[in-house]
Structure formats: structure tokens, C-alpha cells
């Protein structure tokens, strides 16, 4: 196990060795944070949230999956609470019975770069980006998608339907929109 | 994953990286700091009040000394004439008659409170009562008791050996007998005594028995000595001793011992740890606890079981009223407010309102409910107002330390305590599942530090008898032990 020895050391309370932990997956949690929330502030919040869990429940990992996996289940559910709690969300996170958007190609190429990406799926409604973000990047289940949101795993399908197909479109708008060229000489 | 848009979002997803700011990392190492300062305070502290409780006790007890108020002696012969020796310590024996006690050894010094002393039967040959009195500073009347008749002629001339005071008869009666003087204890001694060789003797001042032998010399016949014959040092030896007397402490009656009636009130404070006894519930197909609700589970899906539930911080504060029964029994009783916390771990909130049928056939709906799975702690708290119903036993002659135990009806007034049900793996709050009223057994120590009477602490543990939830699932019982503190407020 890759980092065992830095798992003691933190459970034991080293404040290094909490530091290093917290170097080694700070960047990429916080960028799942980013894809859950609205703001950077609201980001780093849920960071810091999820961060504090994480020491405090490090000797609850038992090395089964990977200590990046792990750590990343915590935030995830960091933020699922964190948007709950949060007023400016709440409505959002109702879910909507819109019609499906119509798409002329199920799995377009995808031609955005990474921030772009994760923006677009920023400007989903809350409770399409929750669904979203949990299915297609995560790789939860519907079943425990509704676990974790306390909603029916047909909800969870239609409404991940519904942005996968919103997300799509935008996608498409983008990939069809002329690029602004640079001319040079 | 639906197919490859996902597995390309996802992928491309897996790449991004944010730097975060300086900031997040020193709120994260603040609130780690928070934690750890506050395992400390709840756990550490408790059990070092303990621990330092412990020792001082038994540094206390060891550290006790022995010792009792010195006591006039006093002694007659059989012919009722009074004797004076000096006043010596209550558990010292007079070595009266060392030259004189060879043969005898059936007879040892009594040092028998007056009070008990008058209770005897009626004296036995050779055995007399002292009847105490005390005039001046000095002690009369007091006689010898004896096991066997002593011979006339040794107890003759024992007497004389013994420095006389004044018959009764021969006091000036004018002058008021002090207030002590009832109630005195005497010192008997038995009248063989002279004759025995003592078993215990204390040390005389060998002038003393020199100076009585001298006197016995002078004197063959029981009576008054002429204190001129005594030497100025036994003289002054005599006085001093009488002067210092502890004019021996009025030993209290048994009457007079008893406890006052008076109602003592006490305020009360404790601080300690709390947790839950009892069962969890477990998955829905092995469970041996049942669930909250009777519905089916989902098809396909078991949830996990009940998460466990972990200590938490307990106090409680109140007042106490006591009661002396006699003399080293109390009875208590009071009101408090106690506090009880405990830790557990659940999932995300959910949002949904959910209706249930509980075991009792009674439907709730309830909202804000938690979901199975997840690293959140929940902190439970239930809050009671008790009436401790208790027996205080004190224990030792100094009644420095004791023990109760009893009983503590409580009412909770509130609690946010969840409920598990495992057919929906959910965890959720309902005022209709809690069991408003409950019974506690209490127990405890008590020590008084340097017999302060005033103040009083000591161990308690409070255990419920009665499962926290009117269901039959779970069975939990609350328990909190930690460390209380009395203070006397009236006299």
C-alpha cells in the first residue's frame, strides 16, 4: 500500500505528515468540489469541509480501493450536503420535469478543453449537475445515486437523461460555432 | 457509464486539477487543532479527575492519625475513698502500682466513658461504679472496677500509694462546678489494679510513684495525704497536668450524638462521559432486531446496518436536599437537569418526506431524514429532568467518605436522537418515537477532603433502566459516568 506509512502518521495526528496527504489530492478534489458548485469559494469550502473528514475518518479506511477513491467519495458527499445546506441552491436542486432536448448525435466529440468542459457542466441546473457529475463522471449507479439524494432511481434516470441531452446540445452549439482565428503576419 | 460521451467526460473530467488557496489548508490544520484539544478536555479530564480523586483519598487515609483526648484518672478504693492521679491520656494506662502489682495479674486498666460506664450492671463484689464528678479542674470519685476482690490489706495499702484528693465533703461547694463536668469521662481503673502487674502502662513520671511511695511511708492508712508532703515537682507536675487537662472533652451522650433532622441542601454539579447500551438494528435479511417499520424492504437491496453509536460528553446540575435518618445514614432527593451526548456516524441528509407505519400500527410522516451510507457525524443529545430518590450511607468514625445508590425517575424534555430503519436505510428524528419518561439507577461515592463538610465529591454512574424509544426496536439504554461535586448551603 503506497501510502501506509503517511496513513499512520496522519491518524497519529503529525501535522506534516496531514500537510503532505493534504498536498498529494488537494488540487484534484478540489476541481470535484469545482464541478459541484457554482463559485471557487463555494469550491474550497467544500474542500475544506471534506478535508477536515477525511483526517478525522482516516483510520475508517480499510485499503480496500484506492486512498485517492476514498478521499474522493468524502468530497463528494461534502458536497452533496454542502449544496443541500446552501439556500442559493436549494431551488435548483428541485427537480425539474422539463421535456428531453432533442440530439442529433448521442455521443458527440467532444472538442472542449478541460476547464471549458467542467464550466458547461457548471451551468447546468444544481440538481441536473449533481445527477450529471455523480453518473457520467463518478460512475455511481442510479440506485445509488437515489440513495444518496434521497430520491426514487427513476428520478435519477430521467433527470440524468434530461442533462445529459441539455449538455449535448450546448456541446453542439459549441462544436458548430465558428472559432475566432488568429491571424498572424 | 451509458456509453462513450460518458467515458470522454469522464476521462477528460479525470485530468482536471485546481490549485486551492493558502487559506483552505490553515482552516483544515485550525479545525484539526479544534479536535484535538477538545478529545482532551472530554476524555482525558474525567478520567484524571479520577485518577487524582483516587490518590488524594488515599493519601488522606493513610496520613490519618490515631489519637485521642486526653482524659483525666481518677480512682477510690473500695472503702469509696477518692483518688486523684494525674490527668493522662485516655489510651495510656496509668502505671500506678508498678512496685506493688507483682502478684496480681488478672486486672487491667478500663478507660470506660461515663456515659456507658452508668449503664453497667450493678457493680459485683470488689466492683464499683464511678459516679464522675469534677470540681476545679479536678476529677472526683472515680473508682476503681476490678474482675476479682482484691485483698484487704493490698487494697489497703494500695490506696495509700495514690495521690488523695480531697473527700467530697471537704470542697468548697461555693465555688461552681464547671459546665464540663457532667458527662466527664471518667478513668476507672480497677481496683486490683495497684496490685496487678499491668498488661499496658504508660509512663508515669518516676518522680510521681517515687514521690507516692514516699508519701505511702509517710501514711499507712488510706486517707488524705498531706499534699505538703508532696515534692514541689510532683506538685507542679500535678498542676500542670491538671491545668492542661484537656479538661477531657464532655464525651456526648448517645442522645446528644444524634444527627440533626434538619433537611441540608446541597447544590450539585457533575461532568462525565455518555453512551448507549443495547442492541443495533441490522439488514433487513439476517436481522435478528426487527425494524422500526413492518414494510418490505426494496427488492434486491440490503442496507447496512444501524451504524454504531459513540460516547459523547454528559453533565448534569441541580440541587439536593438531605435528610439524616441517624447517624450515618441520609436520605436524598433533589431535581436536576441532566445532559447526555453520543456520536454517530450517517450519510447525506434527504431532502423527501416519507411516511411510515410503525410496529405499533401508529403512522408518522417524517422529513430531513439521513441516508445510510456516509462520514458524517451526527451528535445526539437528550436532555432529562431527574428526581434522584437516594440512600446515602457515610462510613468510618470520621464519616469522611460514603456511598449512594437509589433511583431517579427522569422526564426527557428534549432529544433529536435517530432512528434507524433499516427497510428504507434511512436514519430520521421522530418526538414520537422517544419514551418520555424513564427510570435511572444512580450510584456513587462521596468524600469530604480534610472532613470539609461542606463539600463532597466523588464518582457517579447513572444507568437507564428503561429503553430510550417506546418501540421494541432498537433496545437502547442511555448510561453516563463521570465526576460529582456537592456544596452544602445551610448548616
Redesign the interface.
Known amino acids: 500500500m503506497q501510502h501506509r506509512q503517511l496513513i499512520k502518521d496522519c491518524i497519529k ?1 503529525k ?1 506534516a505528515a ?2 503532505e496527504l ?1 498536498d498529494l489530492f ?3 478534489m ?2 470535484v468540489c ?2 459541484y458548485t457554482k463559485s ?1 469559494a463555494d ?2 469550502d467544500v ?2 469541509d471534506g ?3 477525511v ?3 482516516l483510520s ?1 479506511y480499510r485499503e480496500e480501493g484506492e486512498l485517492g477513491a476514498w478521499i474522493r467519495r ?1 468530497m463528494v ?1 461534502t458536497a ?2 454542502f449544496l ?2 446552501k439556500r442559493e441552491y436549494q431551488y435548483d ?1 428541485s427537480f425539474l420535469n422539463e421535456p428531453l432536448h432533442p440530439v442529433s448525435e ?3 466529440e ?1 472538442k472542449l478543453r ?2 471549458e ?2 464550466d458547461l ?1 457548471r451551468q447546468l441546473p444544481s440538481g441536473y449537475q449533481t445527477i450529471f457529475n455523480l ?3 463518478e ?1 455511481f449507479t442510479h ?1 445509488e445515486i437515489g ?5 426514487n432511481e427513476s428520478t435519477s434516470r430521467s433527470q440524468y437523461m434530461r442533462a ?1 441531452n441539455l449538455l ?1 446540445t450546448w456541446i453542439e452549439k459549441y462544436n458548430s460555432e465558428p472559432k475566432t482565428s488568429s491571424y498572424g503576419g | 457509464m451509458a456509453g462513450n460521451f460518458e467515458k470522454k467526460v469522464s476521462e477528460q473530467m479525470d485530468d482536471f486539477k485546481i490549485r486551492p488557496s493558502e487559506a483552505v489548508w490553515q482552516k483544515v490544520e485550525a479545525q484539526l487543532r479544534k479536535d484535538k484539544r477538545r478529545r482532551w478536555f472530554f476524555f482525558i479530564l474525567p478520567l484524571a479527575a479520577l485518577l487524582l480523586g483516587g490518590m488524594g483519598y488515599g493519601i488522606y487515609k493513610w496520613g490519618k492519625t490515631n489519637g485521642e483526648p486526653s482524659l483525666p484518672v481518677v480512682s477510690s478504693n473500695a472503702n469509696n475513698q477518692t483518688t486523684q492521679t494525674p490527668a493522662v491520656k485516655s489510651n495510656e494506662l496509668v502505671n500506678e502500682n508498678k512496685q506493688q502489682s507483682n502478684n496480681d495479674d488478672t486486672l487491667s486498666t478500663l478507660l470506660i466513658p461515663l456515659s456507658i460506664e452508668k449503664e453497667k450492671k450493678s457493680p459485683a463484689e470488689g466492683e464499683s461504679v464511678l459516679v464522675d464528678k469534677k470540681q476545679n479542674g479536678i476529677v472526683l470519685n472515680k473508682q476503681y472496677i476490678g474482675k476479682k476482690n482484691p485483698p484487704a490489706e493490698k487494697q489497703k495499702s494500695n490506696s495509700a500509694s495514690l495521690a488523695l484528693i480531697p473527700k467530697p465533703d471537704a470542697i468548697d461547694k461555693s465555688k461552681p462546678i464547671p459546665d464540663n463536668s457532667v458527662g466527664t469521662n471518667p478513668v476507672i481503673i480497677s481496683a486490683e489494679e495497684k496490685q496487678a502487674k499491668p498488661k499496658e502502662k504508660a509512663a508515669v513520671p518516676n518522680n510521681l510513684n517515687d514521690n507516692k511511695v514516699k508519701a505511702q511511708e509517710k501514711n499507712d492508712s488510706p486517707g488524705l495525704i498531706n499534699e505538703n508532703t508532696l515534692s514541689k515537682k510532683t506538685k507542679a507536675h500535678k498542676e500542670a497536668e491538671v491545668q492542661a487537662d484537656t479538661i477531657p472533652q464532655p464525651k456526648k451522650s448517645t442522645a446528644d450524638n444524634a444527627p440533626s433532622k434538619k433537611w441540608k441542601i446541597y447544590l450539585n454539579a457533575g461532568a462525565g462521559i455518555s453512551g448507549i447500551t443495547g442492541e443495533r438494528i441490522m439488514p433487513v435479511n439476517n436481522s435478528t432486531s426487527g425494524s422500526i417499520t413492518g414494510g418490505p424492504a426494496p427488492q434486491g437491496f440490503i442496507y447496512p446496518p444501524e451504524s454504531r453509536i459513540n460516547m459523547g460528553p454528559g453533565f448534569h446540575f441541580g440541587f439536593l436536599l438531605k435528610k439524616p435518618v441517624d447517624q450515618q445514614t441520609k436520605f436524598v432527593t433533589g431535581l436536576n437537569y441532566a445532559y447526555a451526548g453520543t456520536v454517530r456516524t450517517i450519510g447525506n441528509s434527504a431532502a423527501d418526506t416519507l411516511q411510515i407505519s410503525l410496529l405499533n400500527y401508529r403512522d408518522i410522516s417524517y422529513s430531513n431524514s439521513y441516508l445510510a451510507n456516509g462520514s458524517d457525524k451526527y451528535k445526539t443529545h437528550y436532555q432529562f429532568i431527574e428526581l434522584p430518590l437516594l440512600v446515602e450511607h457515610t462510613v468510618g468514625k470520621k464519616q469522611n467518605w460514603g456511598y449512594y445508590a437509589g433511583i431517579a425517575p427522569s422526564v426527557l424534555i428534549a432529544s433529536n436522537a435517530l432512528i434507524y430503519d433499516n427497510r428504507r436505510g434511512r436514519y430520521y428524528q421522530s418526538n414520537e418515537v422517544y419514551r418520555n419518561f424513564n427510570l435511572q439507577i444512580k450510584a456513587g461515592m462521596f468524600f469530604n477532603p480534610k472532613q470539609n463538610k461542606q463539600l463532597h465529591w466523588g464518582p457517579q454512574l447513572s444507568y437507564g433502566l428503561l429503553n430510550n424509544f417506546n418501540q421494541s426496536v432498537p433496545k437502547q439504554r442511555l448510561f453516563t459516568l463521570g465526576l460529582q461535586l456537592q456544596w452544602r448551603l445551610n448548616k
Do not use: C, W
Not at chain 1, 147 to 151: F, H, V
Open positions: 495526528g501535522t496531514q500537510k493534504y488537494a488540487e484534484s478540489l476541481a469545482y464541478r471557487i469550491a474550497e474542500l475544506q478535508f477536515v473528514k483526517f478525522r475518518n475508517a468524502i458527499n452533496i450536503n443541500k445546506k436542486m448521442d455521443n458527440p467532444i478541460t476547464k468542459l467542467a457542466i453518473h457520467a463522471v460512475g440506485v440513495q444518496m439524494m434521497g430520491i445529459r449535448i
